[in-house]
């Protein structure tokens, strides 16, 4: 059995797997056939497979390796089109070779093509006009295809998108919050991003739902997998009103290393990752990473230090330099800021920030003079002068302001201060 | 009744206030009792007295009250002295000659004197070796004495400090936390300052206390006057094995002026200020605010989100860059951070090198702000426009510049250049 399909063959597969109505070339048909293929045969993240890809194009870089090429004529083939001879060095080509071999099977790619049309999952490649634009920040490292499922316009989500991530073993007020987050995130526009697991991830998944929000879940296996066996009814309220994706084709397990790798995309599709709750050691510190390293703004919410739930956001605060979050407006913030990124307008002068932290409009002068006042005992201006240890001049001032913010009043023998 | 009492009477009345078998001079009763009027007459954080005090000295300057020089006198015996024109046209002379004559009242200054002996308050000055070092920081606004009470060997709590502050209305959680956090510091060390308010001061006291810890206490009022009436117990124990400490003299009341003065003496004397939890406008904001200003570790406790009673908390970590800390290690570790991070002196070569690699590609602007800046004390926009001789809007340019370049950082009040 040849590994590619003849062309009538390649046009069917390729047209199960495209929105109805998409325009579809022979050219764009082989190009999702190829697609199709890497995500068969390489494992997410593998960037020699992105370097070759984007390199040579999809089509001629499955071709390499359907024909076996030899990793000195790869390596050529890469030089020839541009590729730096320290990043051919690099990429491990020998080894890349070795382990996408075994892997490439023209049945499993077909099948993962026909279970995708039969489970009405969509493929997405770089280039649709709703390809989520984060993705280029993974550079070799991006996905080489999308498998998806949810209606049409359901990539679109991903132009105003907030990651809510967190632990499956969340506390009541980790859910809590993550509700309360999830909802009015959705109430400010924004898409909510996250992995389906239990606990916060679902909660998140759950509230944006029951605020008639658009959500999207990253999954680690295929997208006809449901995962975790819990949250099937979930996935699929999900994939009919928002988006399920993964870059798994259909048919494959989660793993770890999937796991691992479907954070990135968490990360690289949201404008901002917000971690709800997490142990010292919980898998959504991994996806904070990615936010991290992509320089996304990263906020975690900080919860008693008294819960072992809440420590990876307390350490995420202090070593990983997250925002500490505890509102949706403060989450919604942390993109408002970012897109600006560079602030260089500063607050106007320390006297209002003094002020704000100090708590109160006035000025010391008048806090002086508004202690020295009586609530029944009029005092005259001399009297205040000496309690409140200032010069009769600034008593006056003071009084006019107190006057004017109804602090203080003045009656025929003195000042009183209102109750 | 003359001002000044003849030499035998202040020798006695000196000697009250001193810890037993302490030396005393003709001259140092002088300036003893001269800071004990001083004390008397201004108010607590008064920069003109300071100013005053600090260039003529405590005596020549009580001196000037008592014989009502014309301001116009006074600013002629600054310029003498060496203080800058700039400087003495700021300090406002007329206004505080104004506000301090009022208050001179020999018999007030010896009764307060002579209730400090009876209560076994002592008078520490500038220059005593336990006097703490760190209230230098606060310039002319430095306490002129400070009245005491506790063993004599007290003050010396100071070398080693931290102060936890919050709310009097704590929760549980706040009065939890404020116990561990203390009796964790206590084990490693350090002595516990705070302001003996109900809630969270009074758990931190408390929780040293039962540690076996030094513990001392900031008031608002005269140290014979213990406030709140609820902790006189609490402040008799204090007293008996750490300290109870004010710059007001015996006799004075508390205002709100004083509490928010009292706090920048809790911030100044510890060598890191911890908010363990307070509300929005809680005043152990203003604490913080102070310990930000003078450049000392700032750090505070999280906690739920859902809590009021830590939204002051959270708000330190988000706007004023207070480090999120959850155990007691880590706020000792606060304190071993800085005590690295600002060494201003730097002998090495290699610094000097790469400050000069640094400073070549500056803007004449850009160096001239950055020689404006101070290492520790943050200074705003306006502040440094006026040191370094250009308009804000430049400065504000310019440190956009240096702090892209990472030679400079903001602060709550202002910038300051990075080591």
Redesign the interface.
Known sequence: MPFEPDETTMMDLATGVRPPGAALTAELAAELHARAAWSCISEPGDGTAGLVVRALGAVPALRLVIEAWSPDRVARELLAAGVEQGTVVAAGLDRALERWRPRLDPVVVMISLRQAARSGARLAIPGDHDWPAGLEDLGVHAPLALWWRGPADALGAFRESIALVGARAATR?GE??AMEASAGLVDRGFAIISGAAYGIDGMAHKAALASSGRTVAFLAGGVDRPYPSGHVDLLERIAGEGAVISELPCGAAPTKWRFLQRNRLIAATSLATIVLEAGWRSGSLNTAGHAAALGRPLGA??????SPA??GC?RL??EYDA?????AA?MAELVAEHLVQ?P???PE??TE??RG????GRT?EQ??V???LSGRSPREV?DL??R???????VRAALGALGLEGAARERATGWVRNA
């Not at 932290?357 to 109160?360: E, K, L, N």
């Open positions: 007020y809590h919050i919410v900080p919860g008693p230090v008294t809440s420590a307390h605060i202090r925002v500490c979050v505890t509102t403060e560079v260089l307008d500063f002068s320390d920030t003094e932290i100090a708590g109160g010391s806090v002086r508004f202690d020295a001399g002068a000496r409140a240890g200032l010069s009769t001049m600034s």
